[in-house]
């Protein structure tokens, strides 16, 4: 029986054009869609699982006070691992990671820039699970020079994985020798890195004196406990490792969390810079994804239902001859199984096209491994599974349940069969897409404003780049030199998003109690001018080689402080200092921020240079500082980005859901439309008659095309009204994120009412069109 | 075979109740071939309707092989006339989506009918109706005579004990219409117990009895006789 209802099943398809057509393609973009999405939330919510000792892994987390704030952060100091192996029983294992920046690789002349480079204990490759393509797991990390290199890097290095014993050199500080190649780190890895070198013997090449004592919070430390130990009691033990101060009383804990938690649970950490998985984007997204395919399956419901005038023939022939009601939702389940089928297999196809777009917009890289393994696989299975179940069961119910002999009458049919739950499902449709294109608005107009705001310093022209061994200092004059260089400065870190913050300072006027932290940016003394900065009160620098006494303070330093008059106060950071000059508040974090308090202060340490050029002169300007740059930096290579981008960068994870929701909305919007393009195809079928009587008692073209439009563009209007409080709502929420924001304006939902209105009556104008201008004898003769 | 006691068939329109059936009592016996005639909305249809388990009396009781069919549920009555009864219609009511073959065919897989059985009764149905040749047309590429054929042919393939036909040659030219009573005639005579719906005259002689219905009564065999006479 089941081959013969596939074979029905078949010819019903083929020979209901337009419905195949348009449930096929809403239902194999929203599958696509679906995957995609599904395998975004997979990938997002298993990170680190490839870890076999994964569940008894832990990174140490630190609660300490800040400046008066209570925050935990993901480091901790180089002595506790030492200290927790030899005290600590349940330990079986500890790793410390630290990070360099600005790694570069010699090998022979070539100079080799590194994505990440990690320091880390001889226990990692033990305590993580990735793959050696090449050498020793247990040994690749005991030779004090040896290093661990990923395939990616072994090719760009050497051309070949094959590459054990060669010889590399770290800048100029260490020698190397390759001892494993690394399959590439899984982009589910929230530990990134392409070259691993042992921590023990080369820490000290990198950091300061004094930097591996319990007071430099510098290091990830990672736990590997013993089988069946809780991590809480193994925290306390580590807290308790941590040497006290007579009369002191705690102000450090450690605490720990378990690998797989970490891209997901570390939204709260301080001073973290890897990417951190969001859970309410997944949740969000997931959402949308899930919408989209509702949306998909409303089509299939409306269109199987709004046939059913024949469909109920259909019914009441079996019935009478035989059939049971099962038989029947059987038969109509099998329907809607072979379409989803159908368009499933189509999704897979169109998958391979939208794969690396969505690999961009996602910046995720799914392996063939990946991709050809058992999830994926249940992810298909389980989305065709819930499309036929949410699809095809209703009409199913329905479309058995008729009794057979009203079945059979013909015009028992004529009327709006079910039309109300049509209207319902419709609404529901174009109430989601309206939300959507709501929201695409306003995030782009945020967008816009963000880009467009006055941050109080100028950012155009300018492009900045990182020294590594040189001093900024011997350059400025240098590149000042150049005709195409306009101007020239540099500053200990970005004035785009400053991160040095200290805290436990004195300074004059200082109440007992009060402990703030003030964000520190140290420049060169023509910073102020050059980015255009602006003084409320006192004077910058003296214009003299290193002003190492003055400072100057932003207008919400003089408020945390607590300062009256602050001109002519000292702080004390490192040496003592005098409050010269109060700069006006501009904005040196992104705009998700308020402005906080700043000092700024002359600094030896400086390592970003910016360069101001003028129009047409950039591509000179770049060539320029590069040249000045290779002469005096033997070990680094030049890397340049404009302020602009840079700034961009600070917005990146809006942009990308911007760019989500545009392309959201337009797939909501475009499958919305193929669904009463559908609806108003039958429409016109029904109401052929009904419109050729209009014609020929002299109704207009436009007449009855407002006829034929009034209703759908009724239910889209509805969906408006639905769509706006929600998306309202959730665009609230969202600006929150941001401490400067637009105010919503109604402008938007006017908008977009307008754009989707047009939209749905462009579609139905489409079928409507066709009808009014058929001839009505015609029409009425063959009924 | 089946007897109908008291049958009754009404529907309420708000207070108002409209009769289409009122006390019919009928016996009709295994192996006749009975005509029921009437005019329009005599409740010809409503008749056969019952009788086919279709629908059902309000009031009334119904014994089909000597069954109480008004006491049972859906379910019993569907298996009852999923194993005894063929229907035929005036708008013939194939299925369009499949072939003559597949049309014939499907009242098998309903009774669950096994594939090579299947086969042989399907290819012996087609045989005799000479349709043959037509096994893998669609319904719409036949004519009306044609058509009427293949629902005769798919209403007799389950062999039933009941035939019922709601005036099957109402749609059919002259000619065609013969063939298809000629073809009713023959199944009768091989002991097939036929019940038709006709206006026709000529029609209802091929059968051997005819009930006459009258704004839903059955006129009474006295006066029927009288009329023949």
Redesign the interface.
Known sequence: ?IR?QII?SF??LV?DRLYTLVNVTGLTIAMTTAILISLWVYDETHFDHFHAKGDRTYRVLTDWQFGGNEETMAFSPAPLATHALEEIPEVERMVRIWSPWNVVLHYGDEKIRVGKTLLADTAFLRVFDFELLNGNTATALQDPNGAVISEDLALRIFGSVDVLGQPLQLSDKMPLTVTGVLKNVPSNSHLQFELLVPFDHNIDNFVGEGSLTWTAFNYNTYVLLRPGIAPDQVGDKLTELMPLEEGKTRKTFFHLQPLPDIHLGSGHLSFSDAPRGNLSNIRLVGLIGLIILLIACINYINMTTARQAHMA??T?????????RA?LIRQYLLEAFILVTFSAVLAILLLEICLPYFEQLSDKHFTPEQLFSRTPAIIVLGIILFTVIIAGVQPAFRLSSFK??EA?KTNHWRGPQGAGLRKILVVSQFTCAAALIICVFIILQQLAFVKAHELGYQKEYIFSFNTVDSDPKQLIPLLEKEASIAGVTASSSSIIDVGNRYAGFEYEGKEPEADPFLYVLGVHPNFPQFFGLELTDGRWFLPREMDTTSVIINEKAVAALGLEDPLGKWIEFRNKTTITGIARDFHFRSLHHPIEQLAISQSRYLNEVYIKTTPGNTAKAIAAAENIFAQHEEHAVFDYQFMDESYDQLYKSETRVGQLFLIFSCLAIFISCLGIFGLATFSAERRRKEISIRKVLGASFSNLIYIFSRDFIKLVCIALLLGSPVAWFAMTEWLQDFSYHIAISPWVFLGAGILIISIAFVTISLQSMRTALQNPARSLHTD | MITLRNIERYYNHGLQRTWVLRDINIDIEEGSFVSIMGPSGSGKTTLL?II?M??QANKGEYYFLDEPVHKFNERRR?DL??HYIG?I?QAY??????TVY?NI???L???KVGRSQRRAVVADVLDRFNIVAKKDLFPHQLSGGQQQLVGVA??IV?KPKLLLADEPTGNLHSSQGKIIMETLSELHKEGMTILQVTHDESNAEYGDRIIELWDGFVKEPEQLDQNQS
Request: net charge positive; proline share 4%.
């Open positions: 029986m013969i029905q010819r019903k020979r023939r259909d009441g022939i079996r019935k009478i001859i035989g059939a049971r038989t057979p002999l059979l | 309707n086919g279709l629908d569907t006339h999923k229907f219609f009511h194939l299925i369009d989506d499949l597949e065919e499907t009242p897989l309903y009774k798919r209403a389950g």
